[in-house]
């Protein structure tokens, strides 16, 4: 079965230091792979997103991540933390049961909630 | 501006209730889904849509159902026989394949 797993419910980070959190996956085939945030009571905002090439993906706001296959990881990634980082994090993988891969749904991890401390 | 508009933000039900939830997109998007997040389970995906007039059961569809009349709209309707309705929806939208999905600001919906 085709799944992701963000391990960590919760990462604590000092403002200015670099933070990762974790993501593993499990798929048949290629993965295509998306990391989104959400902040409280709001929806979910796309942050970036590996399809192929390039393991080290950059996207919105200063963050990138790192896929690495024999690992089945992607994993994300800022250098320097904000404060205004802090929020619930979601890696997701293109489900490619069946016909998922033309529905373009997504399976979804849990979630990691970021915290950054002054 | 282009977005998904869900209405509306709070939603209280009574026991043997049905209650829809309103979702609007003006990106054009023809794919459109439903999202249930309940704490520390992540989303669940509960109908989606590819095209007008046509949509498909997800992971959690027993107790819901949708329509998709028009291109825009994709409601959801949560029955009376969806026993644990207390959650926070989340519809969403995508252009195509390998394009990320763009999602609503939710309806938090709770029983009373």
């Known amino acids: 079965a085709q799944s992701v797993a963000q391990p960590e419910d919760q990462v604590n980070v000092a403002e200015g230091n670099p933070l990762t959190v974790k993501c593993t996956y499990s798929v048949s085939g290629n993965p295509y792979l998306f990391w989104y945030v959400q902040y409280p009571n709001r929806g979910l905002q796309f942050l970036l997103k590996?399809?192929?090439?390039?393991?080290l993906v950059k996207g919105s706001y200063g963050f990138e991540a790192e896929f690495n296959k024999s690992q089945t990881s992607f994993h994300l990634k800022k250098p320097s933390a904000l404060v205004s980082d802090s929020a619930l994090y979601f890696c997701?993988?293109?489900?490619?049961?069946?016909?998922?891969?033309?529905?373009?749904?997504?399976?979804f991890g849990t979630g990691t909630l970021l915290a950054v401390q002054p | 501006d282009g977005g998904i508009t869900q209405s509306p933000k709070y939603l209280f039900r009574k026991e043997g209730q049905n209650v829809t939830l309103s979702c609007e997109q003006n990106l054009n998007h023809d794919a459109m889904y439903w999202y249930r997040q309940d704490p520390g389970q992540g989303l669940r995906l509960i109908y989606y849509s590819q095209i007008v007039n046509d949509f498909q059961k997800g992971d959690i569809a027993e107790g819901y159902s949708v329509s998709r009349e028009k291109k825009e709209s994709f409601p959801l309707t949560v029955t009376s026989a969806q026993k644990n309705p207390t959650a926070f929806y989340l519809c969403?939208?995508?252009?195509?394949?390998?394009?990320?999905?763009?999602f609503g600001d939710g309806t938090r919906l709770s029983i009373l």
């Open positions: 997701a993988v293109r489900d490619e049961t069946g016909n998922g891969g033309a529905t373009n749904k997504l399976i």
């Open positions: 969403a939208s995508s252009p195509g394949q390998l394009q990320p999905q763009h």
């Open positions: 590996y399809i192929t090439g390039d393991n």
